[in-house]
């Protein structure tokens, strides 16, 4: 395997307006997992209850996703009820939040896991992604996502965190809230001094912005007609930027600018479906088909 990820493993109960859906896989790690599995091997390390449903654990099976550091505890899996109202789908109204297994949560990597070369810690608790690094031995890349209740509420672990990693991924209001920047390129030069080598900055359907010291460009957002369900399009978009870096030898210009492609492409494909119900049916060709449209989309000839 060549890329780990952490991070929650929920079930989701959504409300947008297309319609109502119950206990829908969810979760940083799921979403994650369901985008980078189409690049390279990966494994999952969270936890779940015994509520989990086996029809979700098979479909990680047959995206030949590495379950060894998946624990199962006794007690019920985290779970989110959320709404997006038609006209703000960029924002979710959280009615409930369980916490479940995910309380007191400690990780456990499995051996076997400790060398993956590349990791990816996503949105999750800064204390568990922080064991679950020191877990790590000597890994190539880092990256790291995070979300403004840890930023309120754990800044310093969170600081620190972002001090030890390569790439740091954040939404625009995110950026904002942790840089104390209203520009979001003041704002990306301000979390690079942090620590990361490369920063990303989500802008939702207006697209991203990369940052590094030799290096800086924006992509629009690819145009996606209809949005279904915009749950875990973050997480989707940072699984193939990881997905494709996790296979490539070198982070030279033209890998980091189509990684970001791929990124971006992926995320359009997720806001298609509730839950990973898109995601999770898509292929290399229909997503290589998308990229050579995004391409000729944001080409200036």
């Known amino acids: 395997m060549s890329l780990l990820v952490s991070g929650t493993v929920a079930l989701d109960s959504i409300k947008t307006p297309s319609g109502v859906r119950p206990r829908l896989?969810?979760?940083s790690a799921s979403h994650f997992c369901m985008g980078a599995s189409l690049f390279t091997d990966v494994a999952l390390s969270g936890v779940i209850g015994k509520d989990f449903p086996?029809?979700?654990?098979?479909?990680?099976?047959?995206?030949?996703i590495n379950l060894d550091s998946l624990i199962r505890k006794d007690g019920?899996?985290?779970h989110w009820n959320g709404e997006y109202k038609k006209g703000d789908l960029n924002n979710a109204l959280t009615k409930a939040t369980e916490l479940g297994v995910l309380e007191g949560f400690v990780p456990n990597i499995a051996e076997a896991h400790r060398r993956i070369p590349n990791v990816f810690l996503a949105n999750d608790d800064p204390e568990i992604q922080?064991?679950?690094?020191?877990s790590m031995k000597q890994p190539r890349f880092v990256g790291l996502d995070s979300m403004n209740l840890w930023i309120e509420h754990k800044k310093k672990s969170l600081v620190n965190l972002i001090k030890r990693v390569d790439l740091f991924v954040a939404n625009d209001a995110e950026a904002r809230a942790l840089s104390k920047e209203d520009n979001l390129i003041k704002a990306a030069?301000?979390?690079?001094?942090?620590?990361?080598k490369m920063i990303v900055i989500k802008k939702g359907e207006h697209g991203v912005l990369f940052y590094s010291d030799s290096l800086m460009f924006s992509y629009s957002a690819y145009p996606v007609e209809e949005v279904v369900d915009p749950t875990g399009a973050g997480d989707t978009f940072a699984s193939g930027l990881m997905g494709y870096l996790s296979r490539t030898k070198t982070f030279n210009h033209k890998a980091l600018k189509q990684?970001?492609?791929?990124?971006?492409?992926?995320a359009s494909f997720n806001v298609e479906g509730f839950g990973v119900a898109r995601i999770s049916k898509v292929t290399m060709a229909e997503?290589?088909?998308?990229?050579?449209?995004?391409?000729?989309?944001?080409?200036?000839?």
């Open 54 to 64: 086996k029809k979700y654990l098979k479909l990680f099976e047959s995206k030949n």
């Open 130 to 134: 922080k064991k679950v690094l020191e």
């Open 259 to 266: 990684a970001l492609c791929y990124a971006t492409v992926l």
């Open 189 to 196: 030069k301000a979390l690079r001094k942090l620590g990361p």
């Open 25 to 27: 896989l969810g979760g």
């Open 76 to 78: 019920k899996t985290f």
């Open 287 to 301: 997503i290589d088909k998308r990229k050579k449209k995004f391409i000729k989309f944001i080409s200036y000839q």
